[in-house]
């Protein structure tokens, strides 16, 4: 056993202060380190490691001083440190009671095994798929909110990057380690490790990322974490999370047999001896969904259209295809964010298989074949939003109403009481009156 497993199970942890912290269970843990939940429901320790052990060499007090001088944007969402720890190396920081990593979205070995040990059974839609493999996998997707709460959490990430490059900050290290969600109704998202944030720099400094999300330049050592480097790594989690493979594990990397021979790589990767998959992550093969070179394509994975909007498909395009090689080209967080919560606003809950879809796409679930529910189009000159028939409350977004705000879009700005069978849309009793550009569309289901 670990010594930060004992820990479970052993004496508190002091910070600087004298406080005591218990440490209840492991939340996530990455390359750089390893974060804990406490039995104070709101903080968490994070540690850092080095081979699997804590690293007693890192310097965290001349870190964390530089970090509390940054121009960080008030009331972001990004975990800062709030006291080390006394005489074990690591500090301690925020953490909603509720939240859980973005790495819950993956389908890995634990939740295989989870899936397993409960000898989950499989519903109806998925008892046609011979690739048991698979159906865990699409049980697991539909378990964890399918692609419409995804895309939720993703643009809600992608709005704090985008606020924080926008302070001229580099957050420096994207996965979905690093990325907690709210479990709750408000679906909060916290980035959670502020070690690497730093300002952009011309020249120098330190680049860290975990392998398969490092940008192609900072994986080969051409330059160092930058805001594009960020907007790389994001896009490489939000596509992973929502189509369920790597933007360039594909067919090179899984068929290698099947490939002519003597198609190599640049001669500078061939002298390096990178296996297949180095060579993916390090930006060396084409993306699996390239318009324009089909030799690495993709095998596997949700159909994009099911899970990515035209939007969405374009931002990838761009970042993965000319933004391989030219980094000033990928599109920036801002963009993400806005496409991100464009789709979920269009995606509705199949109330059969639990998976989620773009209802103006189609008018049956292209999943289990259920015909589409019922649902309300609330729209504005600026924005629209679709919501279940079902719904008899439902808080209005400031997008509705107003130009898109990283930090504000997803606020209340009117309560609204609907009733889809008498096709009524009121105002909660004792609030303002909703403007005349706000229009609701009751659609029955399938049509």
């Known amino acids: 056993m670990s010594k930060l497993n004992e820990a479970l199970s052993s004496k508190p942890l002091a910070d600087e202060y004298g406080n005591q912290h218990y440490l209840v269970d ?76 973005f790495s819950m979205f993956e389908f890995n070995s634990k939740a295989k095994k989870e899936l397993e040990d409960r000898n989950a059974v499989l519903p109806q839609w998925l008892t046609a798929i011979t690739d048991k493999e698979m159906a865990l996998r699409l049980l697991h997707y539909a378990n964890t909110g399918s692609t419409r709460r995804r895309l ?9 990057l985008a606020r924080l490059h926008g302070a001229g900050l580099v957050y420096g290290d994207i996965s979905t380690n690093n990325a907690f969600f709210s479990e709750g109704s408000a679906g909060d998202v916290w980035l959670i490790d502020a070690d690497n944030m730093r300002l952009e720099l011309p020249s120098g400094g330190i680049s860290v990322y975990t392998p398969g999300y490092g940008a192609p330049e900072v994986v080969q050592g051409r330059d160092q974490s930058r805001p ?25 990397v899984l068929e290698p047999d099947h490939e002519e021979d003597g198609w190599d790589t640049d001669p500078e ?9 180095e060579q993916a992550f390090a930006g060396y093969l084409p993306f699996i969904d390239d318009e324009d070179d089909d030799s690495n394509m993709g095998i596997g994975g949700l159909p994009r259209a099911l899970v990515t909007t035209p939007g969405l498909r374009r931002l990838f395009q761009e970042t993965f295809t000319e933004g391989r090689e030219y980094p000033h080209s990928r599109p920036a967080m801002a963009f ?7 789709a979920a606003d269009h995606s509705l809950d199949c109330p059969e298989c639990r998976m989620s879809y773009f209802a103006d796409d189609h008018e049956s679930c292209p999943y289990c074949g259920s015909e589409r529910p019922a649902f309300i189009r609330v729209q504005t000159s600026r ?25 504000n879009h997803d606020d209340m700005e009117y309560e609204s009481v609907l009733n889809f069978a008498a096709k009524t849309a009121d105002p909660v009793r004792g609030t303002k009156g909703f403007p005349e550009s706000l229009t609701f569309k009751f659609v029955e289901g399938g049509k």
């Open 228 to 252: 594009r480097t960020d907007c790389w790594a994001f896009a490489v989690m939000a596509f992973k999370l929502l189509a369920l493979c790597h933007p360039f594990i594909g067919k090179k």
């Open 336 to 342: 993400w964010a806005l496409e991100l919560i464009k």
């Open 26 to 101: 492991e939340l996530a843990r990455g390359g750089q380190g390893v974060v804990f939940r406490t039995k104070d429901a709101d903080l968490a320790i994070k540690q850092p490691l080095k081979d699997d052990q804590p690293d007693k060499s890192a310097n965290l007090r001349e870190r964390f001083q530089n970090i509390r001088l940054l121009p960080i944007p008030a009331r972001v969402p990004v975990s800062l440190p709030l006291a080390i720890l006394r005489d074990e190396p690591g500090y301690v920081m925020r953490l909603l009671s509720d939240m859980k990593p």
């Open 269 to 277: 990767v061939n002298e390096m001896s990178m296996d297949l998959d």
């Open 152 to 160: 939720f959490a993703l643009s809600k990430c992608a709005a704090i």
């Open 383 to 407: 924005w629209e939003v679709l919501t279940p028939a079902c719904t008899t409350e439902f808080a209005l977004p400031h997008r509705l109403f107003y130009p898109f705000s990283f930090e």
